[in-house]
């Protein structure tokens, strides 16, 4: 029973380097969404963390500044959404589709 146990440790060992691997790349790997047929893109890294925030001038209304928000909330929340969704697809791949709470 021992050897059953030591081999299960191995096996998580190798899974926790694999992971760090994983989100290594994930840290590397950049998506990108737009709002307002691409008046503001937003770029964020597999990890979530927002890159850049592009806006075009033309969104620039003093007039209108809720517009230019609304548009940096759903370029970025989309950005970030597409980021959730690379890295559940990755840890995916490593977990042979296991759904393991609480894994990243």
Do not use: W, Y
């Not at 979530?48 to 970025?76: C, F, G, Y």
Request: proline share 3%; net charge negative.
């Amino acid at each position: 029973m021992a050897k059953g146990l030591g081999n299960m440790m191995k096996q998580a060992q190798q899974m926790q380097k694999k992971m760090a691997l994983v989100q290594e790349e994930m840290e590397k790997r950049e998506v990108e969404a737009s709002a307002g047929g691409g008046m503001v893109t937003a770029v964020v890294n597999g990890k979530q963390q927002i890159l850049s925030v592009k806006i075009d001038p033309s969104a620039v209304d003093p007039q209108d500044v809720e517009m230019l928000q609304d548009l940096i909330l759903v370029a970025t929340n989309e950005a970030i959404r597409q980021s959730q969704e690379m890295m559940q697809q990755e840890m995916s791949k490593l977990t042979g589709g296991m759904n393991i709470p609480g894994l990243f």
